[in-house]
């Protein structure tokens, strides 16, 4: 009899865990999905991007082109709807630098960057990908680059780009930052 009772405990220990468990297991990939979902905020040097596990063909499957030179592939598809686009991308690259001149970021010369911004469709910035163009030795120096990445995931974090759309939506870019 008490045997029989230590079964039956034993059986309902057990699955009360597996209920647990499967509780544990439905939350955590309801939390990634938000997560994922409603976007990351993460500025990256397009070297980085792979070390940290972020998939820039991935992010090119979820996030359409804000133009192409097909149109039917483009989010933006008139040239009304593309000239706003670039009106806003260039007030991004315009507030960015207010931004790191507000924080005192100075470039010590002119600097060439290539950009590559995923939009989610309300606006905001989910990754803003960069590399440093030109040769090696006229790249910031370290300390000057971790610093504007620092600075750019500050300010992407709630920054709402001018547009918005129907859809996950990416444009990219080149810039020149220059030295005030």
């Not at 039956?8 to 439905?26: A, D, E, P, W």
């Not at 670039?86 to 600097?111: A, C, I, M, P, R």
């Not at 370290?142 to 992407?156: A, D, M, T």
């Amino acid at each position: 009899m008490i045997e029989k009772k230590q079964n039956s405990v034993s059986k309902i220990y057990g699955i009360l865990k597996k209920n647990l468990i499967n509780r544990f297991n439905l939350a955590l990939i309801m939390l990634i999905s938000f997560h994922l979902s409603y976007g990351q905020h993460i500025a990256l040097t397009f070297q980085d991007t792979e070390k940290q596990g972020i998939s820039i063909k991935h992010l090119d499957s979820i996030y359409k082109n804000a133009v192409n030179s097909d149109t039917a592939l483009a989010i933006f598809k008139t040239d009304t709807e593309q000239e706003k686009l670039q009106q806003s991308y260039t007030k991004l690259l315009k507030d960015l630098g207010s931004y790191l001149s507000k924080n005192n970021f100075k470039w010590e010369k002119k600097t060439p960057c290539f950009n590559k911004v995923y939009f989610n469709n309300d606006g905001s910035i989910d990754y803003f990908l960069y590399i440093f163009r030109g040769n090696t030795e006229d790249n910031p120096s370290e300390s000057k680059q971790k610093e504007f990445q620092r600075l750019l995931n500050l300010f992407i974090k709630d920054y709402k780009f001018a547009l918005i759309a129907y859809t996950k939506f990416t444009q990219c870019g080149g810039a020149v930052y220059l030295p005030e």
